[in-house]
């Protein structure tokens, strides 16, 4: 039997769970970081918490036997992702970055770009002043000096600090259209901030965007570290695995 580590955080991952703890073929065990108060579980083989590094994941991939890691993680999780690389190349083990596609921009879309958050924050008041904010718990400091209006939206609540006019709206996707465009509307939004992150389960909010003609902020996805083998589906990541392919 082969040991596959799924590094997870993300519906894809438990996707990716639940194609593979069918197969008798192989053990899996689906790794948490352990941030989010009442995770998602995904099926089967559990652990919580950072590894300690690479070094100290590479220890572990070493220690629990492990053949092959698939990293599964949010795209904008680039130090998990980094440390993955090098700890699959030090315990000399076949790595799979299982990577959703980013947004594609349609017509009636009205997208600007920035690289960090930091960028986004300075482009902010040129773009809207009541501003919709979903871009995680722990990254409003950027945005903490900004004289503008501002809607919160994360699973758990955010984290200092925080700017002066806030309000927090609790929350975990999938969100509906018809859900997106009252609560745009609720509180009179003019500009929504994003990550780039992709997938269907929180796009409806710029489908609402696009209705109301609201303009969009996205935040550019790390880039991937060079040479990483990726596939933009579990089912993809799951085939990768079979004997014979890489990861098999
Ligand atoms: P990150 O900045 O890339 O990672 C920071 C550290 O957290 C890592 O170095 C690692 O600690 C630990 N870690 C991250 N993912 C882990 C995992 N799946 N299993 C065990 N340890 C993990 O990560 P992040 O952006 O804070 O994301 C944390 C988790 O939330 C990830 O699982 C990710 O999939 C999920 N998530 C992130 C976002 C986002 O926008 N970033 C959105 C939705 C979900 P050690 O160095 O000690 O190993």
Redesign the pocket.
């Known amino acids: 039997m082969r040991s596959v580590l799924v590094?997870?955080?993300?519906g894809e991952a438990r996707r990716l769970a639940d194609l593979l703890t069918v197969r008798p073929d192989l053990r899996v065990v689906s790794?948490?970081?352990g941030?989010v108060r009442e995770p998602r579980l995904p099926a089967g083989e559990v652990r919580v918490?950072?590894?300690?590094?690479p070094e100290?994941?590479a220890h572990w991939l070493r220690a629990e036997r492990i053949d092959a890691v698939v990293d599964a993680?949010?795209p904008?999780?680039?130090?998990?992702?980094e440390?993955a690389v090098r700890a699959a190349a030090d315990a000399a083990i076949p790595l799979l970055v299982l990577r959703r596609p980013g947004w594609a921009a349609g017509p009636g879309d009205n997208w600007h770009w920035a690289d960090s958050l930091a960028e986004a924050a300075g482009l902010l008041p040129s773009l809207g002043s009541r501003v919709f904010l979903t871009t995680?718990r722990k990254e409003l400091a950027p945005f903490a000096d900004l004289d503008l209006w501002f809607l919160s939206r994360s699973v758990d609540p955010p984290e200092a600090p925080l700017p002066r006019r806030l309000e927090v709206v609790l929350g975990r996707g999938p969100f509906t259209l018809d859900g997106e465009l009252a609560l745009l509307r609720q509180h009179r939004i003019d500009v929504l901030v994003t990550?780039d992150s992709g997938g269907s389960m929180t796009s409806a909010k710029l489908g609402a965007a696009r209705d109301l003609g609201l303009p969009v902020l996205l935040l550019r996805r790390p880039p991937l570290p060079p040479g990483v083998a990726t596939a933009p589906t579990p089912e993809a990541a799951a085939a990768w695995l079979r004997p014979g392919n890489g990861g098999g």
Do not use: E, Y
Not at 7 to 10: M, P, R, V
Not at 49 to 53: E, I, K, L
Not at 76 to 81: G, I, P, V, Y
């Open positions: 590094l997870g955080g993300t790794s948490l970081a941030r918490g950072g590894f300690g590094g100290g994941l993680t949010h904008f999780a680039r130090t998990m992702t440390s995680g990550k």
